[in-house]
């Protein structure tokens, strides 16, 4: 546990609080104090965002602290984007989600300010890390959606509100795909101006393909099935998500796979 | 022909999971022996059976010629795998066998000291053999550059402080106390003995003694020489001064000034570091590793731009596709 009794971590706490709160007044229907709290939120974690990018001097996308937070402050516009643009009317879970990715920043990893090596100061750093946050944020909903299939789901025939939540998985992940993709290849670039090779077979490289193939696999599936095993669809969402997790925490956290990318804790 | 199809995807899919289970069991082995498993025989099987799939699908599906982005998608899947086989090892052994014109040198690494000039590579792969670029390398300098700047904090005896780059040589004006002369920095000070005088150098191996050799000269024309440390109350003297040594810090970036000789002509110049590679001649050359102990060489790698185009074409066509499929296309439920 590493509480942060800093400014900056006030306003991580702050905002978690607001979350927590907005999902209490949702689930008893006070749904427009629950908005303006967790919009309140997404302003708090941004500022702490913004603070720590002055404090470090670099984009805050270095280390694991970093990581979540981005991640934190990448929930609200997120949802509200699938809410306008997609009509996919989730809202409490949302809110798990941000708490669930703030909480590593808030309690876990350490705040440390860290100076960049040389090989993370180039052009790429930025979008490459930035680029698979959001694809990871849309990857966090799709798995939350393909639950929502697993416990909806009654054995036999699915009900239209599973098939709506197996749209909704399809939506997200086909949002998210296209931009795990374009991290992949962001990296690629990366490795090759800087280390000489577009592909090192690192251990992180190794998962992170596995996960993009995960989501290769669901695509495949889908389209020679269609919606007739919501489940079956639902299960690679699911386990393309695990695989994401290991990716972002296991290879970083794990003395199994060292590997060029372990400055990243 | 439906049948077909069924069957293809359903191959498609086999052979999705089965490099899936390839790249958890490669992630566990660490990233040499995963290159050598991904690079070994019955592996270059797999990325041949996957390409021959690939293009049999391309040619059965009519939606993958129809759709532009899928064409798009699955072309560049078999761009990056064509990319990636050409310029594996195995693939650059057999063409050195058969007598190719292509370059023999995958990747490798090339020591360079300051002022001489090279052309031969270290190759990698566990292959002990050296390899000869068709032109040479000359280092002219090779230096650091940290985030925190070495310094040396002298402070008088009536608590003004200064604040003096450490650099052999800067003479540093102290106000009406006279100045001060760096004489010399050393990352693991040592000394010894010559014609009866204690001679400061610097000992190779880690810095386990960073100091700084310091001239003071008083208005009165008084010398006194003296050494900063990196710890407090460092650098003992009978004058006025109390002195300590900020050695430098983190290092931010290395940098090497490079220049291609190719028939005796200098072809190119450039400083290369850390994300900015030299390309030239097909190969790329990258600041890898330099000498620790007495900053004398920098270490290149070098690798062959072989198949790069094709993989980055690639590449480019998943990504155009992929955005252009799920994020336009669908949209308007296509």
């Not at chain 2, 899919?13 to 566990?28: D, E, H, N, Q, T």
């Not at chain 2, 390899?131 to 009536?158: C, H, M, N, T, W």
Request: charged fraction near 15%; glycine fraction near 8%; include cysteine.
């Amino acid at each position: 546990m590493d509480l942060k009794p800093t400014v900056q971590g006030g306003m991580i706490y702050a905002t978690m609080a607001c979350w927590v709160i907005a999902v209490i007044s949702s689930i008893a229907k006070r749904i427009g104090p629950a908005r303006i709290l967790f919009f309140v939120g997404f302003l708090l974690a941004s500022a702490a965002w913004v603070y720590r990018w002055i404090d470090v001097q670099h984009v805050p996308m270095q280390n694991l602290f970093e990581v979540f937070l981005t991640l934190g402050v990448l929930i609200w516009p997120i949802w509200l984007f699938s809410w306008r643009v997609l009509d996919i009317r989730s809202f409490v879970s949302d809110l798990v989600i941000g708490l669930i990715v703030l909480f590593p920043a808030g309690f876990v990893f350490h705040a440390e300010p860290q100076r960049l090596p040389p090989a993370l100061q180039s052009w790429l750093f930025a979008p490459h890390v930035a680029v698979y946050m959001i694809s990871y944020v849309f990857m966090a909903r799709a798995m939350v959606q393909a639950i929502g299939v697993w416990m909806l789901c009654p054995p036999g025939m699915p009900d239209p509100r599973t098939l709506d939540s197996e749209r909704a998985t399809y939506q997200m992940a086909r949002l998210g795909f296209p931009l795990l993709t374009l991290g992949l290849l962001l990296g690629s670039v990366w490795g090759q101006r800087a280390w000489g090779d577009y592909w090192g077979w690192d251990p992180k490289e190794l998962w992170s393909l596995a996960s993009w193939l995960v989501y290769i696999g669901y695509f495949h599936f889908r389209y020679m099935n269609g919606t007739r095993y919501p489940r079956v669809n639902s299960l690679w969402a699911v386990t393309g998500m695990v695989f994401i997790v290991i990716t972002l925490l296991w290879v970083n956290l794990s003395r199994i796979f060292p590997g060029l990318h372990n400055y990243a804790t | 022909m439906a049948g077909l199809r069924r069957v293809i995807l359903q191959c498609a899919l086999l052979l999705v999971v089965l490099l899936i289970v390839l790249s958890i069991y490669g992630a566990f082995r660490g990233a040499e022996a995963a290159q050598v498993f991904f690079n070994s025989i019955p592996v270059g099987v797999y990325w041949v059976v996957f390409a021959v799939l690939l293009t049999v699908s391309i040619g059965i599906f009519p939606r993958l010629l129809k759709v532009p982005s899928l064409l798009l998608i699955h072309t560049g899947c078999l761009c990056i795998l064509f990319g990636g086989l050409y310029g594996s090892k195995s693939v650059m052994q057999w063409s050195d066998r058969l007598g190719s014109a292509g370059p023999s040198i995958r990747s490798g690494r090339m020591i360079l000291y300051e002022g001489e000039t090279d052309n031969r590579v270290m190759l990698e792969d566990a292959d002990p053999r050296i390899g000869k670029l068709p032109f040479a390398l000359r280092l002219k300098d090779f230096r650091i550059e940290y985030y925190d700047a070495p310094q040396v904090i002298v402070e008088s005896d009536d608590k003004q402080v200064w604040h003096i780059p450490a650099e052999a040589g800067i003479e540093y004006p102290l106000g009406d106390r006279g100045t001060v002369t760096v004489l010399g920095v050393f990352r693991n000070l040592k000394l010894a003995m010559e014609n009866g005088q204690m001679v400061p150098y610097d000992h190779p191996g880690p810095d386990s003694n960073p100091a700084v050799h310091l001239l003071f000269l008083a208005p009165d024309g008084k010398e006194e020489k003296r050494f900063a440390f990196s710890f407090p109350g460092g650098g003992h003297g009978t004058g006025p001064w109390s002195v300590q040594y900020s050695p430098p810090g983190m290092i931010k970036d290395y940098f090497s000034d490079l220049e291609v000789v190719e028939n005796g002509q200098v072809a190119e110049c450039k400083t290369i570091e850390v994300n900015d590679p030299l390309y030239y001649g097909g190969y790329f050359f990258y600041q890898d590793s330099y000498d620790s102990a007495e900053m004398r060489y920098t270490v290149l790698r070098v690798t062959s731009a072989r198949g790069l185009v094709w993989v980055f074409l690639g590449f480019a066509q998943v990504v155009v596709g992929l955005f252009w499929h799920f994020w336009i296309l669908r949209r308007r439920g296509i």
